[in-house]
């Protein structure tokens, strides 16, 4: 089992900033690729951006390009998500989630989740 945490989350301006860290724990041994989604009131919850474990690659949904940062340190088995220029419309609750192997976008692909961290742009 791996046990994921997610934290940085919070209230901020149109055109401000936050980073948000996911912590894993537990069978961290092993190649997990982590992604981060997120989930707004009343829509389907969304990929955002993925990670493998190398870091060599990474992906982005077409509406947080440019604007966000997905990293990872694994010797401290934390991933980062930099979110900069943030837009009311980036409102929702971000979950981290992990998966052993490659990168997918597909969120029932992945195996294990945290509990969401509410992030919310005012405008």
């Known amino acids: 089992q791996v046990q994921l945490v997610e934290s940085g989350g919070g209230l901020v301006q149109a055109g401000g900033s936050l980073r948000l860290s996911c912590e894993f724990s537990?069978?961290?041994?092993?190649?997990?690729?982590v992604g981060w989604f997120r989930q707004a009131p009343g829509k389907d919850r969304e990929f955002v951006t993925a990670?493998?474990?190398?870091?060599?690659?990474?992906s982005y949904a077409e509406s947080v390009k440019g604007r966000f940062t997905i990293s990872r340190d694994n010797a401290k088995n934390t991933v980062y998500l930099q979110m900069n220029s943030l837009k009311p419309e980036d409102t929702a609750v971000y979950y981290c989630?992990?998966?052993?192997?490659?990168?997918?976008?597909?969120?029932?692909?992945?195996?294990?989740w945290g509990q969401g961290t509410q992030v919310t742009v005012s405008s």
């Open positions: 990670i493998s474990w190398w870091s060599v690659g990474t």
């Open positions: 537990g069978r961290t041994s092993g190649a997990y690729t």
């Open positions: 989630a992990a998966r052993r192997g490659g990168m997918t976008t597909i969120g029932t692909e992945y195996d294990y």
